[in-house]
Each structure stands twice: as C-alpha cells, then as structure tokens.
C-alpha cells in the first residue's frame, strides 16, 4: 500500500485485527491510520468487502484512537472503502 493522501480504508492486520480509518503512508516503513477504530464484529453476511459503502446496522467498532502506527509488514492486505456519509459519520 502506498497512500501519500489520507485514504479512507480497511486494513486487515496480523493476529486478527481490522481496522478502519484514513491510511497514510509513511517514509519509515509505517502506516498511519488516522481517526481509527477497531472493527470488532463485521455484521456481515457477505464478507468484508460489504463494508464499502458503509458499516452495516450489525457492525460493532471499537473506540476512535486519533493515530495509529501500523508496521508495513503486519498488514495482510487494504481494502479502500467508499468515502460515504456512513463510513464518515462512523469515524466522527
């Protein structure tokens, strides 16, 4: 992944994290995941990539964290998302 502008986006992470926020990349190696939440359930009957345009009414996300650093190497892959009302109004 090589964002330069803040991307709204999925990122699945080693050891079973998901997480949304606005992915940045960085020169040190990292992923800067601004305005982030864990997405604890998906609330999806048709995978991750249901989420899109939007969390579901069965999505649970955790607590909003302002920045996170991911290392490059734990990141499985991205799923950029459609910069929707939901997912905006999600990350508030």
């Not at 330069?4 to 992923?31: C, Y």
């Not at 800067?32 to 939440?37: G, I, P, Q, S, V």
């Not at 991750?48 to 990141?75: C, E, F, M, R």
């Amino acid at each position: 992944m090589n964002f330069k502008t803040p991307t709204l986006a999925i990122l699945v992470i080693t050891a079973g994290h998901v997480m949304v926020g606005r992915a940045r990349s960085n020169d040190d190696g990292f992923v800067e995941l601004f305005d982030a939440r864990t997405i604890r359930k998906w609330g999806t009957a048709n995978g991750l990539n249901q989420l899109y345009d939007g969390p579901t009414s069965d999505t649970v996300l955790d607590a909003k964290a302002p920045l996170i650093l991911v290392p490059n190497i734990h990141i499985l892959f991205t799923l950029p998302v459609n910069e929707s009302a939901a997912w905006i109004e999600a990350l508030a």
